[in-house]
Structure formats: structure tokens, C-alpha cells
T-cell receptor, first 116, second 116 residues
């Protein structure tokens, strides 16, 4: 158990809908990262938050947004869902800002999203 | 740009034998970190081992060791005394200072099957 929690574990929804994925980082970690894992794209970095502030952005679609709250939990919002958004969404956390190359990211169990 | 290459889509090993999973990387930065993660069929991503570019010794964690050859830009994972529970997908990842803050770049993974 990495100490990172994600809910829900599974989510099935329809095209055009909006969903929210939730993540709680390990105790003491200030950075939260979101990744998308799909069969055709592999593991893709979406976005990073550090202590409530957006720190880095990757291949995140405009239909997707995220935030980190004062208690450090984070939510990833996915809207106008398309079939291609079906994937495993991971949250990871680390202690630092992410600028240190040794700052290990610990992953949550993931949320499997299926868009029908 | 950062790139991680895992050339073995699938590997088989007999139980109790050792196995090496290959990883080569490309970066123009002198300071970088290399990580290995395990993803069992249940889906979670488990951190295994870390190697820093300036570390003089190869990293070891229990049955896992990292064969780091800096000049060849390779960071192969060695699993000794394989167990059935080692059957999983294994990802090599890297972070350097040139990249987008804390983003990690992942390879495509290697599926390891341990035969009884």
C-alpha cells in the first residue's frame, strides 16, 4: 500500500457526461500528479499541483481540469467525455516540488474510467 | 528531449531464476533520476527502485537491483530468484532537470511472466 488513495476505483459513464476523480496523497506529501494510462498512448503525464498551486502541465485536454485543495487532496474533472477518454487514471504524490530528480512519486491504485 | 526505451515487450523466466529487464534512456541533462515500477494485473503502480545519475554504486532493494551503465545510457532491472508473484508489467521511468517540473517520462513497459 503506497498510502495514496483514489476514489472511485471504477467508473462507468456515457459520452458527453462529466465525472470527478478524487485523490488523497500520502501523509506529508505536498505534490500531486495526475497520469492517464491507455493502451494506445501508454502512461501520459497530465498535470502536477504543489501545495495548492499548479506546478506543471502535460498533455491535458482543455475538457479536463484539476485542482488541489487546502487539505492537499486533489480532484481531476473530466467533462464532455468521449469514448477515447476511457483509461486508467492514476494519481501520484511526492514530498517535494518535483524539481529534485530523486523525488520519488508514489502511485495510488488508479480509477478505471469506462466511457460507453 | 527525454526518451525511455524498453525493447522487450514480453519476457519469460523460470521460477527461482534471475531475469534482466532492459531500459535505455536519452537525456541531455547530467542530473537525472531513473525509476522502476511494477504493475500487476490488478492495476496499481508499485515503486521498486531508484538510481540517481551521480550515484556511484548500483541501487539494490531486496531481490531487485539496477544495473546502471551511464556511458551506455542503460538502467536495466535485475530480479533475482524470481517468484510467481513477480509476474507483472514493469515500467522504467526517468526525470531530469530539463523536463516539465516533476513530470516523469515512462517507457512502454515489459510484461514479465514467471513460469512454475
Amino acid at each position: 500500500d503506497s498510502g495514496v488513495t483514489q476514489t472511485p476505483k471504477h467508473l462507468i459513464t456515457a459520452t458527453g457526461q462529466r465525472v470527478t476523480l478524487r485523490c488523497s496523497p500520502r501523509s506529508g506529501d505536498l505534490s500531486v500528479y495526475w497520469y492517464q494510462q491507455s493502451l494506445d498512448q501508454g502512461l501520459q503525464f497530465l498535470i502536477q499541483y504543489y501545495n495548492g498551486e499548479e506546478r506543471a502541465k502535460g498533455n491535458i485536454l482543455e475538457r479536463f481540469s484539476a485542482q488541489q485543495f487546502p487539505d492537499l487532496h486533489s480532484e481531476l474533472n473530466l467533462s464532455s467525455l468521449e469514448l477515447g477518454d476511457s483509461a486508467l487514471y492514476f494519481c501520484a504524490s511526492s514530498v517535494g516540488l518535483g524539481g529534485s530528480v530523486s523525488d520519488t512519486q508514489y502511485f495510488g491504485p488508479g480509477t478505471r474510467l469506462t466511457v460507453l | 528531449a527525454q526518451k525511455i526505451t524498453q525493447t522487450q515487450p514480453g519476457m519469460f523466466v523460470q521460477e527461482k531464476e534471475a531475469v534482466t529487464l532492459d531500459c535505455t534512456y536519452d537525456t541531455s541533462d547530467q542530473s537525472y533520476g531513473l525509476f522502476w515500477y511494477k504493475q500487476p494485473s490488478s492495476g496499481e503502480m508499485i515503486f521498486l527502485i531508484y538510481q540517481g545519475s551521480y550515484d556511484e554504486q548500483n541501487a539494490t532493494e531486496g531481490r531487485y537491483s539496477l544495473n546502471f551503465q551511464k556511458a551506455r545510457k542503460s538502467a536495466n532491472l535485475v530480479i533475482s530468484a524470481s517468484q510467481l508473484g513477480d509476474s507483472a508489467m514493469y515500467f522504467c521511468a526517468m526525470r531530469d532537470r530539463n523536463t516539465n517540473a516533476g513530470k516523469s517520462t515512462f517507457g512502454d513497459g515489459t510484461t514479465l511472466t514467471v513460469k512454475p
